[in-house]
């Protein structure tokens, strides 16, 4: 991708999937999601300046304090002022770990899907393969998967025709879960998870998933698939094609 190129993707992105979302809120120059029952909260875009970043910061950790839920704001690397991360952090914020936020043609990565010998790719419908899910993140990550399983079932229960839900299994072992969210009204997908366990990478399962999903992205009419990538599967990512955007560090505040 050349700098054209990028600099209209990254347009593309930053007006579809943080600017012009619904549902969403718009709180002067900040645009929020306040979910219900499960699902994300958050500061998604904004664009402020240093006379009014406190003001605004401080607007949002009271709208979501009344709610009485934990919320991320999701700060991009080309978002201003230029120290918004260290106001975020004086106003009680805690970082999670920075992540590429990489694209690809999802035409461009369909193709084969090759997996290891006795390995089959399985769809999540229900509470029991959420489940599994859940299983697979905490081993994969080990961290909690409280929070991902009440996320996921509250989007199968409302709008299972945005999400799919993948697990690789090795006969009754869930090994890798992945999912992806189509986001109706924009030329995107988003992979997320991804998640394998320890003795089973390295086997191309993680590349057979994005295949599948961008097989599946494809048939939905989904141009661009984008990734909020970990320093672990970036460079996976990069070699089937996927370009780095910018980076993104979610700032999470518990009320």
């Given at each position: 991708m050349?700098?054209?190129?990028?600099?209209a993707?990254?347009?593309?992105?930053?007006?579809?999937?943080?600017?012009?979302?619904?549902?969403?809120?718009?709180?002067?120059?900040?645009?929020?999601?306040?979910?219900a029952?499960?699902?994300w909260?958050g500061?998604?875009?904004?664009?402020?300046?240093?006379?009014?970043a406190d003001?605004?910061?401080?607007?949002?950790?009271?709208?979501?304090?009344?709610?009485?839920?934990?919320?991320?704001w999701?700060?991009?690397?080309?978002?201003?002022?230029?120290?918004?991360?260290?106001?975020?952090?004086?106003?009680?914020?805690?970082?999670?770990?920075?992540?590429?936020?990489?694209v690809?043609?999802?035409?461009?990565m369909?193709?084969?899907?090759?997996?290891p010998?006795?390995?089959?790719?399985?769809?999540v419908?229900?509470?029991?393969?959420?489940?599994?899910?859940?299983?697979?993140?905490e081993?994969?990550?080990?961290?909690?998967?409280?929070?991902?399983?009440?996320?996921?079932?509250?989007?199968?229960?409302?709008?299972?025709?945005?999400?799919?839900i993948?697990?690789?299994?090795?006969?009754?072992?869930p090994?890798?879960?992945?999912?992806?969210e189509?986001?109706?009204?924009?030329?995107?997908?988003?992979?997320?998870?991804?998640?394998?366990?320890a003795?089973?990478r390295?086997r191309?399962?993680?590349?057979?998933?994005?295949?599948?999903?961008?097989?599946?992205?494809?048939?939905?009419?989904?141009?661009?698939?984008?990734?909020?990538?970990?320093?672990?599967?970036?460079p996976?990512l990069e070699r089937?094609?996927?370009?780095a955007?910018?980076?993104?560090?979610?700032?999470?505040?518990?009320?």
């Amino acid at each position: 991708m050349d700098r054209q190129d990028h600099t209209a993707v990254l347009a593309h992105f930053d007006r579809q999937l943080r600017r012009d979302v619904t549902p969403a809120e718009l709180d002067g120059d900040v645009v929020r999601r306040s979910g219900a029952d499960g699902d994300w909260s958050g500061v998604l875009w904004s664009s402020l300046r240093p006379e009014t970043a406190d003001a605004a910061i401080s607007r949002q950790v009271r709208h979501f304090s009344a709610l009485g839920r934990p919320f991320e704001w999701k700060l991009y690397s080309y978002d201003t002022p230029d120290d918004l991360g260290a106001r975020l952090l004086a106003a009680g914020f805690v970082p999670e770990p920075e992540e590429t936020v990489l694209v690809g043609e999802a035409a461009h990565m369909a193709g084969a899907v090759e997996l290891p010998d006795g390995v089959r790719l399985e769809p999540v419908t229900d509470a029991a393969g959420v489940d599994l899910v859940a299983q697979v993140h905490e081993q994969a990550f080990g961290t909690s998967s409280d929070r991902l399983r009440e996320q996921l079932l509250v989007q199968l229960a409302k709008d299972p025709d945005t999400l799919d839900i993948i697990l690789a299994m090795a006969g009754d072992l869930p090994v890798c879960s992945a999912r992806m969210e189509r986001y109706p009204g924009t030329d995107f997908a988003g992979l997320w998870g991804g998640g394998t366990l320890a003795g089973w990478r390295g086997r191309g399962i993680y590349r057979a998933l994005v295949a599948h999903r961008a097989g599946i992205a494809v048939a939905k009419g989904v141009r661009h698939l984008q990734v909020d990538a970990s320093d672990d599967s970036r460079p996976i990512l990069e070699r089937l094609g996927f370009t780095a955007l910018c980076t993104t560090t979610p700032y999470v505040y518990e009320p």
